[in-house]
């Protein structure tokens, strides 16, 4: 508390002076001190040396006042506080946890309250990550020297300000010599944690959109055209699906964290939604089809073989799908291409936003007109004019939906969700 603190440190002469003799007057370097209650803010000025030795000698003076059956942090108090920890007080709680005589709430409200940790032993470094792992929380470390490998090691994310003994140790190595580079990290570390995410939805989805194409044409008797799989897998999907990922991350770091696990409700709400907006646009335009144009002429007319037969690939339904899918596979990747809060804007990516308008540009000539050189390539059949302008507002629509639900929709479920869960885990508690 801010009371155990010496008059000097404290800048009140109102402040507990009972340790004033025991240590030396201090030279003044640049330090802040506040406290809540009494809306204190002084600046203060000590060297880093002289502030962990004097935490040194106030940890040896109360360590064997202190009863640990009843810390002072464990008494409930509405007084805002925080502990500095040195390695002579973490050796004798370290040793009563060993015996058992320290239980779970102890350890809870010192890892809470404990804020300042000097003076410690590589092993005991390594151990309070260790007692913070056991929390369930994310470690990082931060290490310039050989004492600090095996707490490098054992934390989440070892960073090394050094380029010695501790890069050996860490994962990452910073030139920078102060622990600015965190901030660095954590952006990019999001970013690409949302990347990976976001490249395993699409790939899930585009082969999930042209699987459930692939079953409704084989229900009808027909199939896609060798050339629509080429165009499909190497021109559109592929290149899209490399290049949506060189999106650099966002400028400023955010309060909001990614999901943290693949097979998570937020990921698998995404990708289940999208398949049934997609199967759902696929099938209302078969059977509309079927059922609502007198000019069509069903595959198994057309092709009485079946699939045994060579030109079974040119058919009405194998025409309206192949075009309708181009704008799915467009606009799924829209739809999943996160930027704010992790990653800057899609359009700042030139080269994915150069290519999307290309890929656009050519559906769209697919869609209303190309040569007969390349549609008796495709095998495409001859459809009215106001059936493509159908599958235009129909891929439209696609890329508004799924735009709205991964936007909007798949936020309030997950926020519905976490209401519920902290409804529950109160009702819990209770």
Known sequence: PDTLLPSHLYGDETADTSFDSMIPPLHFHQMVVSSKDDELNVKKTISNQEITRAMAQASEILIGEIDLAQPPWMIESEQDY?????????????????????DEDFMKNFLDKAQIFARMLPDQKALLI????????????????????????????????????ASIAAPFTSKVQNISCIVTLLQEGRASLVTSFQCFKYTALYSLIQ?????????????????????IDLFLAFPLSILMNYTHPADKLSKQQPASALISFPILTSVIGH????????????????????WFVPCSVLHPGGLEEESVDGCYENTTLFLLTLFQYIGTLFAFNISKPFRKSMFTNFSFTFLSIFCIAV???????????????????????????????????????????EKIIVPILISIRRKFQDIQGKSMDD
């Open 82 to 102: 925080v502990l500095c920890v040195t390695g002579n007080a973490m050796a004798v709680i370290q040793k009563q946890k060993d015996q058992g005589l320290l």
């Open 130 to 165: 260790k007692y913070f792992q056991e929390k369930n929380i994310i470690v990082g470390m931060c290490g310039d020297g050989a004492n600090d490998c095996n707490a490098l090691k054992t934390a989440d994310v070892g960073v090394s300000l050094s380029e010695a003994e």
């Open 211 to 231: 699987f459930f194409c692939l079953g409704i044409l084989y229900f009808q008797g027909a199939d896609l055209t060798d050339w629509e799989y080429m165009y």
């Open 275 to 294: 398949v049934i907006i997609a199967v759902g646009f696929q099938a209302g335009i078969s059977l509309l089809l079927l059922n609502q144009v007198d």
């Open 363 to 405: 559906s769209l000539y697919l869609l209303y007109g190309p040569i007969k050189m390349i549609a008796d390539l495709f095998l495409f059949m001859d459809i009215p004019v106001n059936w493509r302008y159908l599958i235009l507002y129909t891929g439209i629509g696609y890329v508004i939906t799924a735009f709205t639900y």
